[in-house]
């Protein structure tokens, strides 16, 4: 039988997230299970969207009350890029 994999392109699978959320994030937990194909698509618009619910980039106007959302205004100020990473997870 062939394998039954599920894909998923999104800003949650930027292994960054493993760097400033840590053991115990559910993001982070979940972004392991993919094994990450290509080289993404910067995702600051895509981050700003879901996050924030913001149609554009503006970093002076977001909340800073989560590690999450400090740790995008501390990135994007220091001129890094967040990105939208594609993988694949096998199911069954
Ligand atoms: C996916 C989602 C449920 C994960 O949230 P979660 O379970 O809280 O994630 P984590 O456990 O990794 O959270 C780690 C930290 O990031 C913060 N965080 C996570 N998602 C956040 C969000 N959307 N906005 C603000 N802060 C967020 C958490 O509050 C926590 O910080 P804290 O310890 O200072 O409170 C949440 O990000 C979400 O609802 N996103 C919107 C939908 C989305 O983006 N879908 C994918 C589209 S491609």
Redesign the pocket.
């Known amino acids: 039988m062939d394998p039954v994999v599920a894909t998923?392109?999104?800003?949650?699978l930027d292994p960054w997230?493993g760097e400033v959320?840590g053991e115990?994030?559910?993001?982070?937990?979940?972004q392991r299970r993919f094994s990450l194909v290509g080289r993404g698509v910067p995702g600051e618009g895509?981050?700003f969207r879901?996050?924030?619910g913001m149609p554009e980039v503006d970093v002076a106007a977001v909340?800073r009350?989560?590690?999450?959302?400090?740790?995008v205004v501390e990135r994007l100020e220091s001129g890094g890029v967040l990105w939208?990473r594609t993988g694949w997870v096998r199911l069954g």
Not at 24 to 30: L, P
């Open positions: 998923c392109t999104s800003w949650l997230w959320l115990g994030s559910n993001i982070v937990r979940f895509d981050v879901f996050v924030f909340p009350g989560t590690r999450l959302e400090r740790a939208v």
